[in-house]
């Protein structure tokens, strides 16, 4: 079983989706950990009912970005976490953390990387008139939203959809790209090669998208 730490500031949809995958019969994962930056974050209540441990450590508890990472690198190499899993987890990441978890620490971003970085990206893609969106997960580089693609999913932008509309529509299919990345590398089948994530025995779907699909 692969060692999770989930990493939240907020509602915790994802990290309730790799609990929920923890449900399945033969899932290689377990969480050890949740660390939340926020007291209040909603997502705490779910590690709770399902008797994960939690933590929160505050971001105001500390006097900058390194010792606040150093804090969580202690608690989350305490609990033995192997790998650690960004789940909205709303700081940046100072460069020694990033380094130091390199190729062990996992994100999941609401847009199609490398297109919509950062935040308010629904938003962004519906004033864009972007045609498709979708959801990305990738291993973490200093850069923000950058780092090895190991899983995304599209969905198609609807022209009378609002960003809500679309946010729901990319946070289902987030729900399942993010356990299905996790299990992927605790099966040991994600490699990192030239920046790039090669995955053994994965194949790419077949059939090609358009939108509009009738005109
Ligand atoms: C998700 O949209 C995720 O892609 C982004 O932050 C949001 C977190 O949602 N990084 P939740 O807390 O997992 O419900």
Same mark, same amino acid.
């Given at each position: 079983m692969l060692k999770l730490a989930v990493l939240i500031s907020g509602r915790g949809s994802n990290l309730q989706a790799l609990i929920d995958a923890g449900a399945k019969k033969d899932w290689p994962a377990e969480i050890v950990l949740v660390i939340s930056n926020?007291?209040?974050?909603? +997502?705490l209540a779910r590690a709770n009912k399902a008797g994960i441990p939690t933590k929160v450590i505050s971001h105001?508890?500390?006097? +900058?970005?390194e010792p606040f990472d150093a804090a969580m690198t202690e608690a989350i190499e305490a609990a033995g976490a192997e790998l650690v899993c960004l789940a909205g987890f709303m700081r940046l990441l100072s460069d020694s953390f990033i380094a130091h978890w390199r190729d062990r620490l996992i994100n999941i971003h609401p847009s199609l990387l490398p297109a919509f970085k950062g935040l308010h990206v629904h938003e962004r893609v519906v004033e864009m008139g972007a045609r498709f969106s979708g959801c990305t997960v990738h291993y973490v580089r200093p850069e923000m939203d950058t780092g090895p693609i190991i899983a995304q999913a599209v969905v198609p932008v609807r022209a009378d959809d609002d960003a809500d509309a679309v946010a729901q529509r990319v946070l289902a299919q987030e729900h399942k790209i993010y356990p299905l990345a996790v299990r992927l590398i605790a099966e040991g089948r994600v490699r990192v090669a030239n920046e790039i994530a090669v995955i053994d025995g994965a194949e790419a779907p077949t059939g090609v998208l358009v939108n509009p699909a009738k005109v």
């Amino acid at each position: 079983m692969l060692k999770l730490a989930v990493l939240i500031s907020g509602r915790g949809s994802n990290l309730q989706a790799l609990i929920d995958a923890g449900a399945k019969k033969d899932w290689p994962a377990e969480i050890v950990l949740v660390i939340s930056n926020v007291a209040a974050a909603p +997502g705490l209540a779910r590690a709770n009912k399902a008797g994960i441990p939690t933590k929160v450590i505050s971001h105001k508890d500390f006097t +900058g970005r390194e010792p606040f990472d150093a804090a969580m690198t202690e608690a989350i190499e305490a609990a033995g976490a192997e790998l650690v899993c960004l789940a909205g987890f709303m700081r940046l990441l100072s460069d020694s953390f990033i380094a130091h978890w390199r190729d062990r620490l996992i994100n999941i971003h609401p847009s199609l990387l490398p297109a919509f970085k950062g935040l308010h990206v629904h938003e962004r893609v519906v004033e864009m008139g972007a045609r498709f969106s979708g959801c990305t997960v990738h291993y973490v580089r200093p850069e923000m939203d950058t780092g090895p693609i190991i899983a995304q999913a599209v969905v198609p932008v609807r022209a009378d959809d609002d960003a809500d509309a679309v946010a729901q529509r990319v946070l289902a299919q987030e729900h399942k790209i993010y356990p299905l990345a996790v299990r992927l590398i605790a099966e040991g089948r994600v490699r990192v090669a030239n920046e790039i994530a090669v995955i053994d025995g994965a194949e790419a779907p077949t059939g090609v998208l358009v939108n509009p699909a009738k005109v």
